[in-house]
């Protein structure tokens, strides 16, 4: 009989959706290649019959893949709470961290679907392999954010004064695939992580009041609730050894192939005015380019984007940093993400001086790090990267559309544009919640007549197997079950 352990388990846990945190082929390929790369245009892409309707295998598979890691999170919790007292006391940092984790991910498909089987789900094991027992109920969505901030403010506070005993911090440090053993970079990765899910609900009713007062006491006492600032704090799942199966090997293959690596216009067109010191990290120039840095339009028919394609003019995503760097890391959280986060909040409060020095910050992060981004690369393909200095992005930083000058609603919009730009294909998922949340930066789609799904969609529907085998449950989230059902904090 093979039995797990508190240690082994939370480390296969964070193994079981490696996929979905490593760029890997079927996650870029068949899953965000014609999803949210499209709706957010950070990849130029071919106009066609359909394209606002995501696919039964991008839903299907992403939706698989996140309950087995709930089943796996769920025997974690099985095997963790049936240990003695005195063993859940001393392994608590395990408990905290795989609950961290686990609502990232969770965090995640409720951005994209909305309402989920959450708290009762993925309890085959706990119900002794009894199916009918174990189809779950649906959970709102804002009252599953709700437990996960709940817990997540406990937890920081818990962290902060948290000693881990030696005998257990080594064993942790080998078992720990994301920050090694770090409790520090836990801390960070916790505070980080509320201040997403905060930021994400401020602007509803319900949430509003809460996100100002924690994310207050977050900025007033950095001592106990550290946030990831700066790059060498980044929250990622590394590739040490492409020997094992955590690897950016389908990286390449991912984005590459069926031209999903071509470069959007707006995202080319801002890179180019700016002078942005990131365009040569992340992208290149086409292959009869000349030189020049052009993307493709979403507006053009698809017979005049095929042939502007065909004729190499455009520029690609840098294969060296990206696509064809096998050691590209799983991002989860990165300081440039944090400062514009804080950015947003110190616009709102009225306090303008903290909003520029945190969207600069935000700014200089980003830069820097698609140059860290590369430092991970053994390919050479797109040649030597030259690299970039404290001066170049001052003056990019100074540039007409990226100064911290006009309205607040401008203001906000530099924030956003400067996330869309950060995320990328980096980070698709939570590009697109952003796009939604804020509608910000503008984009412009073509119309698709021949759909009932005209533009892109506001949120993905449920996999057929939830209609299929949860039946009953199903029937209560039905109504909602539509592309054009908005998230519950996507209010404009």
Same mark, same amino acid.
């Given at each position: ?25 079927w996650?870029?390929f ?14 130029g ?8 309707v995501?696919g ?33 006391t001393?392994?608590?940092i ?71 005993p ?10 720990d ?44 006492n ?14 990622a ?68 984007q @095929? ?39 110190y616009l709102?409060?009225g ?8 969207y600069?910050a ?19 393909? @797109? ?32 924030i ?25 930066? @503008?984009?412009s ?27 009953a449950?199903?029937?209560t ?16």
């Amino acid at each position: 009989m093979v039995t797990s352990s508190v240690d082994k388990q939370f480390a296969g846990m964070v193994y079981t959706n490696r996929e979905y945190v490593v760029p890997s082929y079927w996650n870029y390929f068949v899953i965000q290649r014609t999803t949210v790369h499209v709706y957010n245009q950070v990849t130029g892409y071919t106009n066609a019959i359909g394209q606002y309707v995501p696919g039964a295998a991008s839903i299907t598979d992403r939706w698989n893949t996140y309950y087995n890691f709930l089943a796996q999170y769920k025997e974690f919790l099985k095997i963790f709470n049936a240990s003695p007292a005195t063993e859940q006391t001393i392994n608590r940092i395990y408990m905290l961290a795989a609950t961290i984790y686990f609502y990232d991910h969770s965090q995640k498909v409720v951005d994209l679907h909305g309402d989920i089987p959450w708290a009762e789900a993925g309890m085959l094991s706990s119900n002794a392999g009894n199916y009918s027992a174990s189809y779950a109920k649906y959970q709102n969505a804002d009252d599953i954010y709700t437990t996960m901030l709940d817990n997540l403010k406990t937890y920081a506070d818990e962290l902060s004064t948290l000693t881990v005993p030696t005998s257990i911090l080594d064993k942790f440090k080998a078992q720990d695939l994301i920050n090694k053993g770090d409790v520090t970079l836990w801390r960070k990765y916790c505070n980080s992580l509320r201040l997403r899910l905060l930021t994400r609900v401020s602007a509803t009713s319900k949430f509003g009041a809460r996100a100002n007062t924690e994310i207050a006491e977050m900025v007033a006492n950095p001592t106990k609730y550290p946030l990831v600032l700066t790059n060498t704090d980044n929250i990622a799942l590394k590739v040490y050894d492409l020997s094992t199966d955590i690897n950016a090997k389908g990286f390449r293959t991912g984005l590459e192939d069926w031209n999903g690596n071509i470069a959007g216009k707006k995202m080319i067109d801002m890179m180019n005015t700016t002078a942005d010191p990131r365009l040569r990290a992340m992208f290149e120039p086409g292959a009869n380019a000349a030189g020049a840095y052009v993307g493709l339009g979403p507006l053009a028919n698809a017979t005049t984007q @095929a042939a502007d394609i065909a004729a190499g003019k455009l520029a690609i995503y840098n294969r060296s940093t990206l696509s064809r760097n096998e050691f590209f890391p799983g991002l989860l959280i990165t300081s440039a993400e944090v400062n514009y986060l804080l950015s947003e909040y110190y616009l709102k409060l009225g306090n303008d001086g903290l909003a520029k020095s945190t969207y600069e910050a935000g700014v200089k992060e980003s830069v820097n790090y698609y140059y860290w981004l590369r430092t991970f690369s053994k390919d050479n393909t @797109a040649g030597t990267l030259t690299p970039t200095n404290d001066a170049e992005i001052n003056t990019y930083i100074a540039k007409p559309t990226v100064a911290w000058t006009g309205t607040n609603a401008a203001k906000l919009n530099l924030i956003a544009t400067q996330k869309w730009i950060h995320y990328s294909v980096v980070e698709p998922i939570e590009g697109w919640a952003e796009l939604r949340r804020l509608d910000l930066p @503008a984009l412009s789609f073509t119309t698709d007549s021949s759909s009932p799904q005209t533009a892109p969609p506001v949120r993905w529907v449920y996999p057929s197997s939830e209609i299929s085998y949860n039946t009953a449950n199903y029937q209560t989230v039905a109504a909602k079950d539509k592309l054009t059902t908005k998230i519950f904090w996507d209010i404009n």
